[in-house]
């Protein structure tokens, strides 16, 4: 009974979460949903959307979410391109729901059928195994036409596994303020369920603000999970406010993360451990971790530190062999196995799917499935690793 979700100040207990996603899990299964399957949710934050998700992955299925503000002809393209059978949405979405082609089915979380409503609460026989996929995410489409990036189960699991460790569990949960269509949010949302904490969703309208207002009442979070863009968002909106006592990690990812920035936020949060995170969507949210220490302060940015569990990082030349440290080259990054591309891999983003040789010019993958290479991120080593740019 304790509080897994909390939405606009009501609670839904851990008993009713698991309760409304094996009704709704069997009936998709009723549906065929099953592994390697993918099912599109187009949900804004809400109880429901994490419903959705959570009997997706229990029918076996791989979630595909879409971020309801997305224009109505990315959705149409992406459920095409995912081949999806299914979307699962809601009426207050109908415009952009209707707006897809295609024949799927539909199903709406607000008029689920009798048996998805009041069916068999109890936990369903989940087909899904380590490596079949739990969910596929779609790039933003900056550097070409978007792709599926299709994670797979053992993936995301290594990823929470390792978060749990490093991060730690304490506090009372994370808010997701960010779309579930992002892989930032994948550290807001399921670390906390894995680990008994509370979810807080942060409602779509005036998304800043209410995250801002969570902040302040200094809840003592397990982390808070945002890019530096938002962080600068929210120091402006703080003003002089202390939150001292807001969380116990701070995790910033997907941008660099400056040096002046970290100092504000040190001031802001004296007892935090504060986290700068790195990696593309392929390795499952992120590849490198680096914690912020006094010694960091002095420099332009933040490193992004060195490998988490079970991924490599190499940094190469246009040749993929294995600089020296201190220079730079572009960074790749592997082991952890990635499925894939829905839809191929654009021409331009990426240099190779090698094999390829480690810092000390072991070949480290036979196959092309062991090490991805990004052509446009570049980084050195050093103590700790750097960031350069892009």
């Known amino acids: 009974d304790a509080s897994a979700l909390e939405y606009r100040g009501q609670r839904t207990s851990y008993r009713e979460l698991e309760e409304r ?28 959307l994490v419903v959705a998700l959570l009997a997706v992955l229990k029918a076996g299925g791989a979630y595909v979410p879409m971020d309801p503000s997305c224009p109505p002809e990315r959705v149409r393209s992406l459920l095409e391109d995912s081949q999806a059978p299914l979307l699962i949405t809601h009426s207050g979405l109908a415009p952009a729901a209707a707006s897809v082609a295609g024949e799927g089915l539909r199903l709406w979380m607000d008029d689920l059928p009798e048996a998805a409503r009041s069916g068999d609460p109890r936990p369903v ?13 779609y790039t933003s489409g900056s550097t ?48 906390p369920l894995v680990t008994g904490r ?43 406010a202390d939150v001292s006592r807001a969380a116990q990690c701070l995790v910033v990812g997907g941008e660099v993360f400056s ?79 990635w499925r894939g591309a829905i839809g191929g891999i654009p021409s331009g983003l990426w240099t190779a799917l090698c094999p390829c040789h480690s810092r000390r010019g072991r070949r480290v993958a036979s196959t092309g499935r062991g090490i991805v290479c990004a052509a446009g991120w570049m980084a050195r080593w050093s103590i700790w690793g750097a960031w350069i740019g892009r």
């Not at 099953?34 to 934050?45: S, W």
């Not at 026989?125 to 995410?137: D, G, M, Q, T, V």
Request: aromatic share 6%.
């Open 21 to 48: 996603a094996n009704r709704l899990a069997r009936h998709l299964q009723r549906l065929g949903i099953g592994p390697d399957c993918p099912v599109v949710v187009l949900l804004e934050r809400s109880p429901d």
């Open 125 to 137: 026989s989940c087909p899904a195994r380590p490596e079949h996929l739990a969910y596929i995410i």
């Open 144 to 191: 070409g036409r978007p792709k599926g990036v299709a994670v797979e189960h053992r993936q995301v699991s290594a990823y929470l596994d390792w978060t749990i460790v490093r991060v730690g569990s304490g506090g009372c949960g994370a808010p997701v303020q960010s779309s579930v269509s992002f892989d930032l949010a994948i550290t807001s949302l399921w670390v």
């Open 198 to 240: 509370t979810v807080f969703l942060v409602p779509e309208e005036g998304a800043l603000e209410s995250f801002a207002a969570m902040v302040r009442e200094n809840r003592n979070f397990t982390l808070l999970k945002v890019t530096p863009s938002h962080l600068e968002a929210l120091d402006r909106m703080l003003g002089d």
């Open 259 to 337: 040096a002046g920035l970290a100092v504000r936020w040190r001031r802001r949060l004296p007892r935090a451990r504060i986290f700068n995170e790195y990696g593309p969507t392929e390795t499952a949210v992120a590849c490198t971790l680096h914690e912020v220490s006094e010694a960091d302060l002095g420099g332009a940015s933040i490193p992004i530190g060195r490998e988490v569990a079970g991924t490599r990082v190499l940094i190469m030349d246009a040749q993929q062999r294995p600089v020296a440290d201190g220079n730079p080259g572009s960074c790749g990054w592997g082991e952890r196995r």
